[in-house]
């Protein structure tokens, strides 16, 4: 296992900035994973750190090594890609032990590892099999095999589960974090996908136009998004945001209804403002902020029923496990509670809550 440190990196393809300075530290052991729209740039980060892409500034280390300017092969990394990248013309076993044959290890001990690995992803009964004899998820495994069996001391993962559907994508996940609680070995992870990156990270780093918006635990982003960008990112479905300000002390939304204002919340009288509120933090029954708004869907989705309503022009979604009796166009109250709301500065989108 190594730590993965980034400081300073950015990363321009003619004269386009791609990566606009970039630090943060993945401990030995930890399960990294970067997260963002399409376009932030944690792919080119991961490819760098992979010596996939060249630095056009600042440093990467592995361990206590820089490697800025260290071939990838002895950058003592394995990377696991989107696309799979196995030999078509060579069965399960020979993919897995190819790199160790050009490593001109010996052929038992390449033989011992193979079967670990194999035994370790549920391959054993593979290893004859040709890549296209294989199901997606079979394929996925097989890479992760071809990277386990080198020792390596930190795995890259470059969006390895888009490929598939999405009830396999769900055990691949599983799968995949439970491998990296029996090796323990130092873990990068680049997804697009929010509910990937909440369900398997150590840490989360949320990146947006080649810049960090904010690195922490899945629940301290969850919980106390640094900006509004990152609260929108986080969550399924995606938090509501209304329009407001600040006056005598509560929070106005558009249309005049008042809010309570949450005691954690550092603001200022006559501060314009975007109120945060969580779907799944929202209730028909109960709670000491109360708003009246107009349905214009409703959409079950089996387990839960997803109500999108308007409110003085906006749009906001509740989630409810029970089921809803209401009538398109009709107006009624959705409540939540003052310490369950998240406040922006309208001009920033920074949050409003105060250190603690």
Known sequence: MASVTVENVKK???????????????EEGEFCVLVGPSGCGKSTLLRMIAGLEEVSAGTIAIGNKVVNDMPSKERDIAMVFQSYALYPHMNVRDNMSFSLEMANMAKPQIRAKVESAASTLGLEDLLDRFPRQLSGGQ?????????????????????????????LRVAMRTEIRGLHQRLGATSIYVTHDQIEAMTMADKIVVMRDGLVEQV???????????NQFVAGFIGSPAMNFLSGRVSDGRLVLADGQTLIRPAYIDCQEGQSVTIGIRPEHVSLSSGDCRMTMTLKSIEPTGADTLVHAEIAGEPITGMFRERVQLMTGQAFEFFTEARALHVFDAATGQSLRQAT
Do not use: H, W
Request: with cysteine.
């Open 139 to 167: 394929r996925q495994r097989v890479a992760m095999g071809r990277c386990m069996v080198r020792d390596p001391s930190v795995f890259l993962f470059d969006e390895p589960l888009s490929n598939l559907d999405a009830k």
């Open 12 to 26: 321009s393809f003619d004269r386009q900035a791609v990566i606009k300075g970039v630090s943060l530290k993945v």
């Open 216 to 226: 922490g635990s899945p629940l301290t982003l969850y919980d106390c998004p640094a």
